[in-house]
């Protein structure tokens, strides 16, 4: 592994992005990039990157499903069960994510504006979809069995999730 002459261990991405911000605005003409950890290959630590925004997109969308939910009938019940399902896999992905760089996650998810039924409906299908190419993408780079284990259901239950979402959609336009 290439040793920076600058540092004799690599600083934390974290750190080195937020100072180097402030010398370089715009980090795509930045000629120094920090070096992956020890064992990382640049693809996994990009992937590794990934799960910050993920968990607070989670924790977004488990907050606007409650506050759904609160409303009654049959679709509330799906999106309460969604917002259940959602706060249980933050939790789980935010151990991956520590687990990964021994750091926690500090989530600061913005309010969403509330939204329509059918069209919190539909956002959150489109967001199931793209959490299950997320999992997917990281699920091939995860190197940890049990990290691979809750990837690989994680995608799964999003799909289950996705083709949940669809049907509850149909009813609104059954009902026209």
């Known amino acids: 592994m ?8 690599q600083p934390d991405p974290e750190t080195f992005r937020r100072v180097w911000s402030r010398v370089m605005p715009d980090p795509g003409l930045s000629p120094v990039r920090p070096l992956p950890p020890e064992g990382e290959t640049a693809q996994t630590a990009h992937e ?6 993920l968990l607070e997109d989670l924790a977004r969308s488990a907050a606007a499903c409650e506050r759904e939910a609160g409303r009654g009938g ?3 019940r799906v ?7 959602q ?3 933050l939790r789980q992905l935010a151990a991956l994510h520590y687990l990964k760089t021994g750091r926690t996650c500090t989530l600061r998810p913005g309010p969403e504006p509330p939204l329509p039924l059918p069209a919190l ?7 199931c979809r793209r959490r299950e ?7 091939t780079s995860e ?12 995608r799964a239950e999003c799909g289950r999730w996705a083709a949940l979402l669809w049907r509850v959609l149909e009813q609104f336009f059954l009902r026209s």
């Open 2 to 9: 290439e040793k920076s002459l600058i540092f004799p261990s």
């Open 79 to 85: 999106l309460a069960q969604l917002s259940t399902a």
């Open 74 to 76: 049959p679709a509330a």
């Open 121 to 127: 409906v539909r956002r959150e299908y489109l967001l």
């Open 48 to 53: 590794v990157s990934l799960i910050p925004a």
């Open 87 to 89: 706060r249980q896999s």
């Open 133 to 139: 190419a997320l999992a997917a993408l990281l699920e």
């Open 143 to 154: 190197a940890d069995p049990c990290g691979r284990e809750f990837l690989r259901h994680f």
